[in-house]
């Protein structure tokens, strides 16, 4: 036998042997998972994968390279179309099939993830279907049976998750759940709940309630302050926009008090929270303190800063200001609809979005308003003319902005006079801009009389919605094309 042949037939050795192999694994996955079903065992979730593998990618693989050899066996390599098409087809084939195995292989399987110790969560949803929970303990290396989810499993992910000793307490929340407290903070009671593919707790919040509330008595603030135990959170009293300043003082002394007393603050964030009523409304905003990791725009030690503190402040206050007034128009828009409405209340959920419609129906009004006055200040007002709000029969905003006499730049007649109209044409492409169109129409008279011809285009307008810039589109046909400055605004 040539050098070829034995090259050829050690070759077709090892694949038998690497066939025999993977088939094995299998008959052991078959065995070894009835043995286990028997014992109330399943197979975790990576040893299904790597089976489901093996079975459907790697065995098919082998036996058709064993196909192949043995076609060639005897140290001949067999040539022609007839084979290269055969090699084709057999590569085509094993692709498509390799393709379904990983999309039923990426849709089948349930997702696992591994708690705390030998608790394991799993996902045994597939395609298509809604998510499925359950608990289990891991058997060994490879296998698991059903569990559930015990205090002493979120004690252990306490105390690896901080370092420090935790005990489970007497007393529960209010819901029944579980509590535990930790050694050298007793005041502390934290919950734990799971996530999604995770635990979540509250002890940085209640360790950055313990600091704050301590640095409340030792740097004697006299600003009411409130504790609330949905986190739990620590909130000072804003009285209002005046008293930001004030505020912020306090604010930063407590939140400097708390970073000094520990290190914990160095790899986690604690909240301060100030709290105001807007009308009946609360506005409350936290303000972060610790590791910043997510807001980074506020810049590192911000807390120490009281004038930064109070620039947040300001912003969060603007915002939450703003959802208050809204929250107040839309329950007074609620109430005034049921008013009109039947008293079974069969119709709250209509009259809800009707109110909704409303409220954003008079915001968009508004900023076209605001929009229209920005024309006029900018533009149009020191060329003298007037300004009324008017809509016309389909409730479409235009501004009235009287008459002028005739005979200016642009105009086709020099006696009678135009009469001059801002009226509100879109939300522009991009949904920066509101745009206007300037009309004049003609009067032959110098009175209110007859109009000849239809209206003509002055000009087109785009404001900013965000910075209040006027953009002329120097164009008076719609036909035309804008200067480069409002077709950049207005993405058009």
Not at 262 to 289: C, S, W
Not at 462 to 480: C, F, L, N, Q, S
Request: proline letters at 2%.
């Amino acid at each position: 036998m040539d050098k070829s042949a034995k090259k050829m037939s050690m070759g077709m050795k090892v694949l038998a042997g690497l066939t025999i192999a993977s088939g094995a694994v299998e008959v052991i996955y078959r065995v070894a998972g009835e043995l286990g079903a028997e014992r109330g065992m399943s197979w975790q979730v990576w040893v299904m994968k790597v089976r489901h593998v093996n079975l459907t990618m790697i065995l098919p693989l082998l036996l058709l390279l064993l196909a192949w050899a043995a076609l060639n066996r005897g140290g001949k390599q067999r040539e022609g179309w007839g084979m290269k098409l055969l090699a084709v087809g057999m590569a085509s084939v094993y692709l498509f099939w390799l393709f379904l195995a990983g999309l039923y292989s990426a849709f089948a399987f349930g997702e696992e993830r591994r708690l705390v110790g030998d608790l394991l969560l799993t996902n045994e949803a597939t395609f298509l279907e809604e998510n499925v929970w359950r608990f289990y303990r891991r058997k060994g290396v490879f296998f698991q049976v059903p569990g559930e989810l015990e205090d002493a499993d979120k004690q252990r992910y306490l105390e690896e998750k901080y370092g420090c000793s935790f005990a489970v307490l007497e007393e529960k929340d209010g819901f029944g759940s579980t509590l535990f407290g930790e050694e050298n903070h007793t005041d502390v009671s934290v919950k734990v709940t799971w996530q999604g593919w995770e635990f979540k707790d509250n002890y940085a919040e209640g360790l950055a309630v313990h600091y704050l509330k301590e640095g409340y008595r030792e740097l004697g603030l006299v600003r009411p302050a409130e504790i609330r135990y949905t986190g739990p959170y620590f909130h000072l009293a804003l009285e209002d926009e005046a008293d930001i300043d004030a505020f912020s003082e306090d604010a930063s002394r407590l939140m400097q008090y708390a970073v000094s007393q520990t290190p914990f603050f160095e790899e986690y964030k604690g909240f301060l929270y100030f709290i105001h009523m807007e009308g009946k409304q609360e506005v409350t905003k936290g303000l972060p303190f610790g590791n910043l990791t997510g807001y980074a725009s506020l810049g590192a030690d911000y807390w120490t800063k009281p004038e930064s503190v109070a620039e947040y402040v300001a912003e969060c206050y603007a915002e939450g200001a703003e959802y208050a007034n809204w929250m107040e128009a839309y329950e007074a828009s609620v109430e005034a609809y049921r008013e009109e409405s039947p008293a079974d209340g069969s119709d709250d959920l209509l009259i809800q979005e009707q109110a909704m419609y409303q409220i954003y129906a008079d915001e968009l009004v508004n900023q076209q308003e605001k929009a229209a006055q920005r024309i006029y200040k900018d533009v149009l007002e020191e060329q003298g003319y007037s300004y009324e709000v008017c809509h016309n029969a389909k409730g479409n905003l235009y501004i009235d902005l009287g008459q002028r006499p005739a005979g200016q730049e642009g105009d086709s007649e020099t006696d009678g006079f135009y009469r001059m109209t801002l009226v509100y044409d879109r939300l522009s492409k991009n949904g920066a801009c509101e745009l206007f169109v300037l009309y004049k129409e003609y009067h032959p008279e110098s009175e209110s009389g007859r109009v000849a011809g239809d209206p003509a285009i002055v000009n087109f307008y785009a404001v900013d919605t965000e910075t209040g810039r006027v953009i002329a589109a120097d164009k008076t046909g719609w036909a035309e094309v804008g200067c480069e400055e409002y077709r950049e605004a207005t993405g058009e």
